[in-house]
């Protein structure tokens, strides 16, 4: 989503699907990719290179951090900034990648992981794939209910919870909760486009962790301090002050991860939409982060509901979204003791 067409913008979009142009660039056609973007738009300091062995070590050296940001190559090799795949969740997932899996040795794998499976089942239960509204309760019958692939993504995105803790100046169970109303109303569009709402709903998850990465190298960074579910402008801040932004910086953690191709594509294009081959699952995630977040303002009294992002919408054959997506009842928002669970 591009931040600046959420609720407070007044302008949003080319007829092409892509978001406004930014001040600096021109019309929305004619400007160069975000990825060449972020390779000519300079920080305002040389960007430093050098590698973090403890993301404490962040803390510790931020008024250096807050002058010079660290490159991108350098936060995406530093290891302890970048969290790496659990082992027990590797061991699920090298079984789930056999020609016939297991399911009886993926259930006995996630059951030996208590923590993974209480947020797979949290996951599961947000996610609605319970029928009739039947709450699922076993890791048993989530993982029959699920079949294979959506089980697969779902335990990568349960492992995520986990991977980030005491990311400084971010309250956890906040950034989960508006992650999880993201991934909400993703797959509540996919639903209505008849897409894969599981990939809609982890890449809604999912969306926001590269700003977390962010946060951890650069805490004291000027375009790190609002709050990530309510500041609009946030990408552009990023790439003005970084030479990127949280997008690319969360493809890269979903692609060590081991997330699908096109989950990772969604989430590095989910501010540019048309930057990717097939924009459609990046689309839905723009729009599902422009509505969520015009929730937000709406709860601190400050939404003016701003321009709604029509040719995103109409670019993916959601020209009738804008009454739904405004709408307070979209979703069933999520609560904090649910996210406080998750997180």
């Given at each position: 989503m591009r931040h600046s067409c959420g609720p407070a913008a007044s302008n949003c979009g080319s007829t092409s699907g892509a978001p406004a142009a930014r001040a600096s660039g021109g019309s929305g056609r004619d400007r160069a990719p975000a990825s060449l973007m972020a390779a000519t738009i300079?920080?305002?300091?040389?960007?430093?290179?050098?590698a973090l062995e403890d993301p404490a070590q962040a803390i510790s050296i931020a008024p250096f951090l807050a002058r010079y940001p660290v490159k991108l190559e350098d936060l995406l090799a530093t290891d302890a900034l970048v969290p790496s795949l659990p082992e027990a969740v590797n061991r699920i997932l090298t079984e789930l990648q056999h020609e016939e899996p297991d399911?009886?040795?993926?259930n006995q794998l996630l059951s030996g992981e208590v923590g993974l499976t209480v947020r797979l089942l949290r996951l599961v239960n947000s996610a609605?794939?319970?029928?009739?509204?039947?709450r699922i309760g076993t890791v048993e019958a989530a993982t029959a209910l699920l079949g294979l692939n959506a089980t697969r993504q779902l335990v990568q995105a349960a492992a995520v919870g986990a991977a980030f803790k005491g990311v400084p100046g971010?309250?956890?169970?906040?950034?989960?909760?508006?992650?999880?109303?993201?991934?909400?109303?993703?797959?509540?569009?996919?639903?209505?486009?008849?897409?894969?709402?599981?990939?809609?709903?982890?890449?809604?998850?999912?969306?926001?962790?590269?700003?977390?990465?962010?946060?951890?190298?650069m805490p004291e960074r000027a375009c790190l301090q609002p709050a990530f579910a309510t500041d609009d402008g946030r990408y552009e801040a990023q790439l003005a002050e970084l030479g990127y932004a949280y997008p690319e910086v969360g493809a890269a953690f979903a692609s060590r991860w081991l997330f699908p191709d096109d989950l990772v594509e969604t989430i590095r294009c989910q501010c540019e939409p048309r930057d990717c081959a097939d924009p459609t699952y990046s689309s839905l995630l723009y729009l599902s982060c422009w509505s969520?977040?015009?929730?937000?303002?709406?709860?601190?009294?400050?939404?003016?509901?701003?321009?709604?992002?029509y040719s995103v919408a109409e670019a993916i054959g959601l020209s009738d979204a804008d009454d739904k997506l405004r709408d307070d009842k979209v979703i069933a928002w999520t609560p904090v003791d649910e996210a406080r669970d998750f997180s």
């Open positions: 300079a920080p305002p300091q040389p960007a430093a290179s050098f399911l009886q040795r993926v609605r794939y319970s029928v009739g509204g039947q971010v309250d956890m169970t906040e950034f989960w909760r508006h992650s999880l109303d993201v991934a909400k109303i993703a797959q509540s569009l996919a639903e209505d486009l008849r897409l894969d709402k599981g990939l809609a709903f982890t890449s809604g998850l999912l969306h926001g962790t590269g700003d977390l990465i962010l946060k951890m190298a969520a977040r015009a929730h937000e303002l709406d709860i601190e009294g400050a939404a003016p509901h701003g321009v709604f992002p």
